[in-house]
């Protein structure tokens, strides 16, 4: 699929914030803690928008904040096609679907994605596996194979559906960035500050170390918002990222 806004400059923040937070004001008191030249965009997931609706997602994009929607979309493929339209119409930058829903309803997505004018066509992720889930979890929920292979398998299943990439660890990433090219975006959540604690995660890892493997971009929340200054830690991130870049 051909988006307008795929791979980050090498100036911009790779940074994505989640923004966990239960309610409205805490989402916008947030925002002004933090420079929003310091973080790419900010991740609206189930507690916020089911809590504040989509008005959250339309003021931040008024404060000039792109949002990545984390609503991972798994229903049948005529409704995950109505909410991705329903995605577009918000003004997004990325939105998710996830990928055991199966091929049929990537496509459904990526289809209505498609309809969108480049330039205001957001992009469309495929979840693989979630980072709290490990081996065991699988194991529990019937998914063959360990988790390289299974967010291997389903990665490949987005990408041939015609969406923009997927959502997976740091840890599969170097998997993912040889096997799938340059061009697939790789959204890693999990990221940890190497003192940082892994809290209910379990596939995690550092900035440093995601960038390395590949991620084009990094999903932080606690060690980003529970911070004493969230700001000072984004600098700090970032700092890291590019070090690594420049290398």
């Known amino acids: 699929m ?5 791979k980050p400059s090498s100036t911009e923040s790779r940074i ?41 997602v339309e003021d931040l994009i008024k404060a000039g904040i792109d949002v990545f929607l984390d609503l991972k ?10 909410a991705v339209r329903a995605a577009c119409g918000l003004g997004v930058w990325m939105m998710n679907v996830h990928a055991l829903g199966g091929k049929e309803m990537l496509e459904a ?26 081996q065991a979890g699988m194991d529990q929920v019937g998914l063959n194979g ?17 969406l923009d990439g997927v959502v997976c660890s740091s840890q599969e990433a170097l998997l993912l960035r ?3 090219g ?8 999990g990221i940890r500050l190497p003192d940082g604690k892994k809290n209910d995660q379990e596939r995690v890892g550092t900035p440093e170390f995601a960038i390395e ?6 999903v932080i929340g606690r060690p980003v918002t529970q911070a004493e200054s969230p700001n000072d830690v984004l600098l700090d991130i970032n700092r890291r990222v590019a070090s690594v870049q420049k290398q």
């Open 146 to 162: 360990d988790p390289a292979a299974c967010v291997l398998r389903l990665a490949g299943l987005v990408r041939t559906s015609g």
């Open 2 to 6: 051909e988006t307008s806004n795929q």
């Open 73 to 82: 979309f798994h229903d049948i493929p005529n409704t995950v096609a109505g």
């Open 182 to 189: 340059k061009d697939f975006v790789l959204v890693t959540p």
């Open 109 to 134: 997505a990526a289809n209505e994605l498609a309809k969108m004018p480049v330039d205001k066509r957001p992009l469309g992720v495929g979840v693989t596996l979630l980072t709290s889930m490990g």
């Open 178 to 180: 040889n096997d799938m």
């Open 16 to 56: 994505i914030v989640a923004f966990d937070v239960s309610n409205y004001a805490a989402a916008i008191q947030l925002a002004r803690r933090m420079d929003p030249k310091q973080y790419r965009a900010a991740k609206v997931g189930k507690e916020l928008f089911t809590a504040a609706g989509p008005g959250v």
């Open 213 to 218: 493997s590949g991620a084009h971009y990094l």
